[in-house]
């Protein structure tokens, strides 16, 4: 039976991954740097383990050497994404991971054709960011060939945010400003657009950020111009404007490392289980021809959950079906793949 490897699997979304796939009858081996976590985890889930640094090129090989494909949860990516997905590339392995960097994707999608040769699938953004998103702008890119410009708006409603995602962002500060034009991704300030907009449930403020579909739908469609927003409090927007200004301070590796470590004292690993069963998601895009514009809107489970949904899924079919080269989901597996899930709904407006 096909194998595959959980490197990051006691992270907080790690686990839950972890844990859907044991649920769902797999055998993952779990893999990440600290011994003593994962032989707790192994021991609950029964399954096996193996600690290691990705720096540690030898026990990486090995350990590739055991599977056949790896779920690579371990961020802020943009930090650990190379070392994962080189060494997939070196062993004949298949890359999935549940980003949602703008860097990591477009580095990836740069080694498609080394990954064609050595017969290697590579799939960033198996998660809530991009899975969701990537569906919902490819279903509409399919009604409205010759498409020109997208947009997306996303809100959260009663979830939270886990220490890795935290990580993650602080990471990349400096890089969140971001939009396509023209084909290609510009960085614009934080901030930059700050929007009303109506789910259905009155209107929202959101400010625009570099959503990973900058990168993403550009590559599962081909459209040239596209921007996303996200909901956030009036005080996080506050904060977002004064980053223009203070934030060569906030980018200092040093000051990153103290955030950092502020944010592992001080937050909660990730929302509570009752969290992830009742909150969800809501999303929005629209896509413009330069006549005609088209909408459609998608209700999700709570974002962390649902990236444990589709990831295993995804690395069920690759390990069924591999398509080698650099994919998004919806290139994979095409715009209705989201509609399977419980909790999803989809609604043309």
Known sequence: MKKFLIYGSYGYTGQLIAEHAAQQGLHPILAGRDEAKLHAQSQSLGLECRAFSLDNTAALTSALREVDAVLHCAGPFVLTYRQMAEACIASGKHYVDISGEIEGFEALAAMDERARQAGVMLLPGAGFDVVPSDCLIKYLS?????????????????????RGTARS?????????????DGKIVQVPAAWQVKQIDFGRGPVKLVSIGWGDVSTAYHSTGIPNIETYMAFPPSMITMMYASRVIGPLLYLRPVKEML???????????????RNENGFSLMMAEVFDGEKTLRAKLQTPEAYRLTALTSIEIM??????????????????????IMQFR???????
Not at 142 to 162: F, M, N
Not at 169 to 181: A, F, K, P, V, Y
Not at 260 to 274: C, I, M, Q, W
Request: charged share 25%.
């Open 142 to 162: 399919e009604k409205l060939p010759g498409a020109k410009e997208a947009r997306l708006y996303i809100r959260g409603v009663g979830g939270g945010v886990s």
């Open 316 to 337: 069920k079919r690759i390990l069924s079906a591999p398509m080698p080269g650099f994919h998004t989901p919806s290139t994979f597996l095409g715009p209705e793949f």
């Open 260 to 274: 950092k470590g502020l944010v592992s004292a001080f937050l909660a690993p990730g929302p509570s289980r009752e």
């Open 169 to 181: 962002g602080i990471e990349n500060m400096h890089r969140q400003g971001r939009i396509r034009r």
């Open 343 to 349: 909790g999803v709904e989809r609604e043309d407006l």
